[in-house]
């Protein structure tokens, strides 16, 4: 007799540090929630970001599609 666990899988965006480069892993999730409360009086244009924890510099996603249909890409 056995039974089948089901774990929600969730899809993650990464990030990195435009300072040091670490890289992070941010549940889409979140970062779609974030992109949704960003919605009042922000410029859409420019992604969810994030402080890094390692240096206090800005994190970005290095591809994330917006809810609203931007692709923002990091290519430095």
């Given amino acids: 007799m ?3 666990r089901k774990f929600k899988r ?3 965006v990464e990030f990195i540090c435009t300072s040091c480069k670490i890289k992070e892993l941010i ?3 979140v970062v779609e929630m974030l992109d949704a409360a960003d919605q009042a009086g922000v410029d ?3 992604p969810p970001t994030f ?3 390692n240096c ?3 994190m970005v996603p290095t591809y994330y599609k917006s809810i609203n ?6 290519t430095n």
């Fill in 44 to 46: 859409i244009h420019y």
């Fill in 51 to 53: 402080s890094c924890e």
């Fill in 10 to 12: 969730t899809s993650k």
């Fill in 2 to 4: 056995g039974f089948k």
């Fill in 27 to 29: 549940p889409k999730d």
């Fill in 69 to 74: 249909g931007i692709v923002h890409e990091y």
């Fill in 56 to 58: 206090d510099g800005v």
